[in-house]
């Protein structure tokens, strides 16, 4: 049993049990506001042609590591990029196509080439054991009788033997991914550290880290490995200070979810509740 400073329980007695989608956790934390509304009232937004590019590339690169997992059928680049192009051509969800200074052509170019980016350069060096795995539920006992349970798999994530450890690397696609050469790792411990702490529970083995696979979808196309850096430290916290899911166990207590009008993402374009919030400007 991995212990953590942090009342963690494998099932819960109480019926006040409240599902939540491991791959949110990160957003609780950039506006709870917003995560309330989408992951709780239940909000929806359809998706800008950015945000499906983004769909695109994580799903052709899983395809490709998949192919790459011990006794699996090897999966060539090539036909990996077909997933790439249907999810672009064909999405499954609701996509606004004009939402973005962006085309299905162009947004294709970008990805195919993040696509082989990745398959040449980044994922040879790891040694995939698992992708986007499906974690055991996890239930935290947040006190007053509520019980949040996280479910799911690790979007867009494997698991990786590194000399170190065991690390969960994550591969992440964006305009501010990569900064001079330099994959970001700021604002990723809340959902990695979430990662750590259910693959933990599942597997029953110790995590060291995780790490980024930055792939920047603005400018000259470009791939990036952040080091490992202990993600789950920041969720669970020490003896004398909280860590982040103490913190979100207040708010699930108490119902209250507080905004952040200064999140990069609160914006009409991003965000399902903002017609409903008078928070922002």
């Known amino acids: 049993m991995i212990d953590h400073p942090v009342h963690i329980v494998p099932r819960a007695a109480s019926q006040n049990v409240l599902k939540v989608r491991a791959s949110s956790w990160g957003n609780l934390f950039d506006c709870a506001y917003a995560w309330e509304g989408v992951h709780i009232l239940g909000y929806r937004k359809p998706a800008g042609l950015r945000a499906q590019l983004g769909t695109a590339v994580h799903a052709s690169t899983a395809a490709f590591d998949r192919g790459r997992l011990v006794g699996a059928e090897p999966v060539s680049a090539m036909d990996a990029a077909d997933v790439l192009v249907k999810e672009l051509r ?54 007053g009788g509520q019980i949040v349970e996280l479910t799911g798999s690790m979007d867009r994530s494997r698991v990786a033997n590194q000399l170190e450890g065991v690390v969960i690397p994550d591969v992440k696609t964006g305009t501010r991914v990569i900064v001079d050469g330099v994959a970001q790792t700021k604002g990723r411990s809340a959902q990695l550290g979430t990662y750590q702490l259910m693959y933990e529970h599942t597997e029953r083995v110790p995590t060291v880290g995780a790490q980024i696979l930055a792939l920047a979808t603005k400018g000259k196309p470009a791939g990036a490995i952040s080091g490992i850096f202990d993600a789950k430290r920041v969720m669970v916290g020490t003896a004398d200070q909280p860590g982040l899911i103490e913190i979100a166990a207040g708010m699930f207590r108490s119902g209250l979810f507080p905004p952040n009008p200064q999140s990069v993402l609160c914006s009409e374009r991003y965000c399902a509740r903002w017609s409903r919030c008078h928070f922002h400007e």
């Open 90 to 143: 064909e999405p499954e969800r609701d996509v606004d196509m004009n939402q973005d200074d962006l085309t299905v052509r162009d947004a294709e170019r970008i990805g195919l080439a993040l696509h082989a980016i990745y398959c040449s350069e980044i994922s040879p060096r790891f040694n995939f054991t698992s992708v986007e795995q499906t974690l055991n539920p996890l239930q935290i006992d947040c006190g």
